[in-house]
């Protein structure tokens, strides 16, 4: 679900938790959520803020700055750029965790290629 604060625009608040399948192998002792599982939910974030159905075609940009840990609430904020790309920035707290942009076309079909 997406809040709207004022001056900042849409963001989603999500918590990956220590139980995570991804955390069990990525680096044991001191795990950090991975890139890819933070990618899942920018793009389910994108998917919800879309309301069409879509499928994603390229991603131009993406940085990942600092570590999530696990239980952190990840702040998930999105800027449409166009037609067809939307730029986030990921936060937890004042921490700039990742940015960056994704493109996606329009499906009409509701079937897309991505899973």
Known sequence: M???????????IVT??????SLAGHFPGHPVV???VMLGEIMNAIREMAKEHIEFVGMPSAKFMSPLNPGEPLTIRLNQQGDDAMEFSCTTGSRLIASGCLRYRIVADGSTGDS
């Open 2 to 12: 997406f809040t709207t604060r004022s001056g900042v625009g849409p963001e989603r």
């Open 16 to 21: 990956i938790g220590a139980d995570h399948p």
């Open 34 to 36: 991975p890139g890819v």
